[in-house]
């Protein structure tokens, strides 16, 4: 009996001693950096979301995460970093977290959660991803670009969405997928280290895997946003599991009355839009920062020598070296002089490509493509429909390739316009949309045709 006793001692120690250490990946950014990006990406967040000022949620919202935040270990405490969190009215099931602290939870979240526990596991695994600086260790690899230009990219990563004109879909490019999508040891880390901070907060670290099951099984249109966002790494609810058992929870927290209060408030108010709806307004305002002259339509020749540029850790690509390199908001548009500027506020070229990545939920690239296309349509009223895609490659994917008709906004010329798309690893649809006016659209078709063929895909 008294071995016995000894053994369950020495056996707890070992549990404890299980619990898995965590170490902030490389960073060449300061804490300062993440504060400046996060406060202005939250400033167009709350630009172009629908933000609830209904104090019941904000305050429910914010006492979960003090208390998270009350129980970050010291070791990951940035004193520069100021932690808000506000609920968004849209129903899709998703959260996203800034760097330096600013914390957006949309109110399908809260409504999809069982317990307060769920709630506080996504928080938690959000709230990880800063305290462990992974927006700016994930852009620390994306060399060339200076934090200034980091920031339109941030913007277009919050308000793309799934949907909408020619400059949303862009919306995980580049640097805006360094910012709110991570990889899987990222997404591992946040997980272990969410675990962490929840049970010594006080809730049950296995209710974040739980969340992650709900979420799972959302499925359809209000699931995988969240999903695609934070993917995961394997296994994900089995390590949580493993990890919640070297975890002792300190004060659990049994109450539950305010979670029951805040869901029975919000089934009380009339349904939220889905983020689609809700952000179709704000981006028909124009995009921010917007302004600017139309294009003059007088453009250069492409020039037989061209330029290599390596965009994030997306792709790479070769272009005329006269077009010059125009990263925008949220699309990264290749264009010569003259061809390029703004018409009621969007940003619009004539000449020239725009490559980029878009979500989507089916994984046959031909609906995806048919789909793309619809979401070109939005922003473009005058596009025609695909009559047929012909099979082609990039970079040695099987890819689609159709030939649309237009009527220039800036212009008022017909224009073709071809596109190009292909399935990535992820799921993502990675195209390529060149646009030319019809009777230039010869010479046109064989440059875009040739920069296509230079494409190198890193997320493959
Ligand atoms: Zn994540």
Redesign the pocket.
Known sequence: MHNHGHMKHLFLSLLIAAQTAITPPENKYSPADDVKLGLDAKAEAEQQLPVMRDDEVTSYIDAVGKRLVASIPPDLRHPEFRYTFQAVNVRDINAFALPGGPMFVNRGMIEAARTEGEVAGVMA??LS?VVLRHGTAQASKATKYEIGELLGAIGGAIIGGRTGSIVAQATQFGLGTAFLR?GRE??RQ?DIEGSHIMAAAGYDPRDMANMFKTIEKQGGSGGPEWLS??PNPGNRYDYITQEAKALRVENPLRDTHAFEQVQAHLKALPRAPTTEEATKNARTRGTPGGGGTPPSGRVEAPSSRTQTYTEGEVFRVTVPSNWRELPGSSAVTFAPEGAYGQVNGQGTFTHGIEIGISRNESHDLQTASAEFIDGLAQGNPRLSRPGRFDRVSIDGLSALRTVLTNTSEATGRDESIVVYTTMLRGGSLFYVVGVAPRDEFNQYGNVFQRVVGTIRLMDR
């Open positions: 695994h959000e991803h991570f990222f997404e946040a966002d934070h």
